[in-house]
């Protein structure tokens, strides 16, 4: 589980396995989890985040969005 950026307590990582789908990042905090599409930024999961925490996230994904592509990109390149 590659971690691609700790933020403000969030963890924004790659599962291993998540290759054959789409590029996505999960967000961890507090046992709650998340899982952003990067393509639109875009949320394709939320397990227990509030509206106000899924907006920051979405916001810092943004921010974020071409340096996690890379990271995805790179990771998942073989």
């Given at each position: 589980?590659?971690?691609?950026?700790?933020?403000?307590?969030?963890?924004?990582?790659f599962?291993?396995?998540?290759?054959?789908?789409?590029?996505?990042?999960?967000?961890?905090?507090?046992?709650?989890?998340?899982?952003?599409?990067?393509?639109?930024v875009?949320?394709?999961?939320?397990?227990?985040?509030?509206?106000?925490?899924?907006?920051?996230?979405?916001?810092?994904?943004?921010?974020?969005?071409?340096?996690?592509?890379?990271?995805?990109?790179?990771?998942?390149?073989?």
């Amino acid at each position: 589980m590659p971690t691609v950026l700790r933020w403000k307590g969030y963890r924004f990582f790659f599962y291993s396995a998540d290759g054959w789908e789409p590029a996505h990042v999960h967000v961890t905090k507090d046992a709650k989890e998340a899982k952003i599409w990067l393509e639109n930024v875009s949320v394709a999961v939320n397990m227990g985040f509030t509206a106000q925490d899924l907006n920051e996230i979405v916001k810092k994904t943004r921010e974020e969005r071409e340096s996690f592509l890379r990271s995805w990109n790179d990771y998942f390149a073989n």
